[in-house]
């Protein structure tokens, strides 16, 4: 999230695509009301339902699943025709526009139609609303991530900001509604299988960093591997993990995991029913030797198996429990304090993963640079202090405990708008939580980032320069005039390293701080790189520009291409997916060989579509254990359109079986609503203790039964995931409904 929730009050536009935050975020959603009714936002919703959120809009189109990328393309060939882009902006602190340029001259009005359903009317009236109402800010969730180019749509919507010049302004920006509490602070932290924390990438450079700052021995380290070569490669995701024990057998994708397979999976309060294809996460599981489960509720996971030996739900204890940080949706850092001693025999997650290191065998070295000389931990605030020494990528240095457990006690001192801290009280001059980039424990935090209007000791930055000098000769440091105001330069310069800070910030170095200086801003433990900056107004990662051509990617600019399971097979020959791609997070993925294998949609008519419901939450283990929110809705439903049912003898609250390409079906409840075209259902994905017809609740210890069960959407999710980051095509497929 560049901005934060309460800056979107300062939108005089808001594009919500791919996200329902009157249901998935409804206290922020507030924030949203405040603009139109304060600062007379226009709200537009492009979803493929009509959504509580659609409700509020001023604008609504309702697109097929999965073709955002043509949406948007189609918005700016009517910005770039009309001449409503920010031409300066471009040129000062943008690249490859020129090329997004072209693509968009492909996306007429009338083709976006064809292959959206969105009329081309509704397309203009929408555009040129959003580009005549500026600051605009563009809000998406897992409706955008969650398809086989969901990091094509997650570059799109940033770079129809950058043409608009909606980028480092307050009002503007690209705002992300993470899913989850501590989603943010989870993908900081490394909870995915290609970085290191703070997003660090896993090279000998900065293995050899946090080495040294955890005080172990770099050789140690890579002896952990199976060989050293595998300290540097990616895992498993949580989206496929299963085939890792599956290992190409009875069909299954093949694995490239050093020859063996997945034997144990230790799951830590994390609702893994709530990924896609569940008949193959039930595969998976019944497949391991070991099956951990750390959670204050029982796991679905625990449930949903055939197993029945080596399955341990370990009882961890609640938020309630522990005390500790955790990050939000707009980067701010949150202390939490612990209300009550963890009850009966449970236990904080970090004592359940000591005691694990201690079996293992390396909790000294673990726990190495967080015991005191009398070898005890102060927990979490040890913890937190190594975190704010080591993580300088995303500028964590100034989240000390004390300054967070300040912001803590006086969360009402700040202002919703600004976040800024209130004159005269003991947090006036910094951002409440301290959102990320803190590059010092005096800096006050970024609320808004990429903002040159403001000094660099203000929360002011320009975009980072992480790809190098120059490509294709063109220069990719920002136009001169585009720094943060008040610095030492005027213009773009590079990120800030030992070789180059006396000349970028114009000082010279004496030779004690030549010495204890790391040899960039990222991996100086010293700190000194990132102080002398703040002296200098420069932030410390650089001044480039923003990209919109990725020369590593297999679409060096977003393409769209159609869903590997599209109701127009047409288009699958127009706008055909990626070739097959092996040991993809160490699984072989298909994309284009099963997309163009058969046309699926003869057999499965329907479009598929999941999200959430308002009550619930995730898989829902803790919320449907609730009696008052599983009252609201207790039961699994397919929102199915009037003429859809009708077709199909289907009367409102009749049972259906939902059938998937992959062979899979559950039957669920009808709820029939027009908010769905007559093409589409949707499904909520909260529930479980149901496989396919199969009641599995017998499996629930005795009194831990929730209150609502039944089926799972992903049980018939169909196959797919993205080509960067694995996560699973959830948001777009194919199904047929018949009546039970």
């Known amino acids: 999230m560049t901005n934060h929730l309460g800056d979107i009050q300062n939108a005089k536009s808001i594009f919500i695509i791919g996200a329902n935050p009157a249901v998935n975020h409804p206290v922020g959603f507030r924030h949203f009301l405040k603009a139109k009714e304060n600062n007379g936002a ?83 009236e929408i555009t040129e609303v959003f580009a005549k109402n500026r600051p605009g800010s563009v809000v998406w969730a897992m409706g955008l991530t969650q398809h086989t180019i969901g990091s094509s749509n997650t570059r799109i919507a940033p770079i129809l900001q950058l043409i608009l010049g909606n980028m480092g302004v307050s009002g503007g920006g690209c705002n992300i509604l993470r899913g989850h509490d501590n989603v943010q602070g989870a993908s900081d932290m490394a909870n995915a299988p290609d970085s290191l924390p703070g997003y660090y990438a896993k090279n000998e450079a900065t293995w050899k960093y946090f080495a040294k700052m955890w005080k172990v021995d770099y050789e140690w380290l890579q002896g952990n591997f199976v060989k050293p070569e595998w300290m540097f490669k990616p895992g498993f995701t949580l989206a496929r993990w299963w085939a ?39 595969e998976g599981l019944d497949g391991l030797e070991l099956l951990v489960l750390l959670d204050p509720f029982v796991n679905d996971a625990g449930v949903i198996t055939n197993k029945k030996d080596d399955v341990y739900l370990l009882p961890a204890a609640t938020q309630f429990e522990t005390s500790g940080t955790v990050v939000a949706t707009n980067r701010s850092g949150q202390w939490r304090s612990q209300v009550v001693e963890p009850l009966f025999e449970s236990m904080p997650d970090h004592e359940i993963l000591f005691e694990l290191a201690k079996r293992l065998g390396y909790y000294d070295e673990l726990t190495r640079t967080i015991r005191d000389s009398e070898g005890k931990i102060e927990w979490p605030e040890a913890a937190t202090r190594e975190i704010a020494s080591i993580v300088k990528s995303i500028g964590l240095t100034g989240w000390t405990p004390e300054r967070l457990k300040r912001h803590q006690a006086n969360w009402d001192k700040f202002d919703e708008k600004t976040l800024m801290g209130k004159e005269g009280t003991e947090v006036a001059g910094e951002y409440y939580g301290l959102p990320w980039p803190c590059w010092t424990e005096k800096h006050p935090g970024s609320p808004n980032l990429y903002d040159i209007n403001k000094p660099v000791m203000q929360g002011g930055m320009g975009f980072r320069n992480r790809f190098g000098l120059e490509h294709n000769g063109v220069n990719q440091l920002a136009g001169d005039g585009s720094a943060p105001v008040g610095g030492a330069q005027s213009g773009g310069y590079p990120e800030i390293k030992k070789d180059n800070i006396e000349k970028v910030l114009g000082i010279t170095l004496t030779d004690e701080e030549r010495e204890k200086m790391g040899a960039t801003w990222a991996t100086d433990a010293s700190g000194i790189i990132a102080e002398k900056c703040m002296e200098k107004g420069i932030a410390p990662y650089g001044n480039a520009r923003a990209r919109a051509i990725v020369w590593t990617f297999v679409d060096q600019i977003p393409q769209h291409r159609e869903p590997l399971h599209t109701p127009r097979q047409d288009l699958a020959q127009k706008y055909p997916s990626f070739e097959d791609k092996p040991n993809h997070y160490r699984v072989f993925t298909k994309y284009k060989s099963l997309q163009l294998s058969k046309d699926f949609s003869k057999e499965f008519p329907i479009n598929l579509t999941t999200g959430r419901l308002v009550n619930f939450s995730g898989a829902g283990m803790e919320t449907r254990a609730s009696m008052y929110l599983s009252r609201i809705t207790p039961e699994m439903f397919a929102d199915i359109h009037p003429e859809l049912a009708a077709k199909h003898g289907i009367k409102n609250w009749d049972f259906v079986w939902i059938h998937s390409p992959e062979g899979t079906k559950i039957k669920v409840r009808a709820r029939v609503v027009p908010s769905v075209k007559p093409d589409t259902i949707f499904l909520p994905f909260h529930w479980a203790g149901y496989m396919q017809g199969v009641d599995m609740t017998g499996n629930f210890p005795d009194g831990t039964k929730p209150y609502a069960v039944g089926e799972s959407a992903n049980t018939v999710a169909n196959y797919g995931y993205d080509i960067v980051t694995q996560i699973p095509e959830t948001k777009s497929g194919l199904c047929r409904i018949e009546k039970a």
Not at 48 to 68: C, H, L, S, V
């Open 42 to 124: 226009k709200l537009i919703v492009v979803d493929p339902r009509y959504t509580r959120t659609a409700a509020k809009a001023d604008y609504f189109a309702q697109i097929r699943p999965g073709t955002d990328i043509p949406f948007m393309y189609g918005m700016m060939n009517l910005i770039f025709e009309n001449g409503w882009e920010d031409k300066k902006f471009i040129e000062d602190r943008t690249y490859g526009i020129d090329e997004i340029r072209k693509e968009a001259a492909k996306w007429t009005p009338e083709v976006v139609e064809d292959v959206t359903g969105v009329p081309a009317a509704t397309l203009k």
């Open 244 to 282: 890792g024990v599956l290992d190409g057998k009875n069909g299954n994708d093949t694995i490239e995991n050093a020859g063996d397979s997945l034997k144990a999976l230790i799951v830590i309060g994390n609702g893994i029913t709530s990924t896609a294809q569940q008949a193959k996460v039930q």
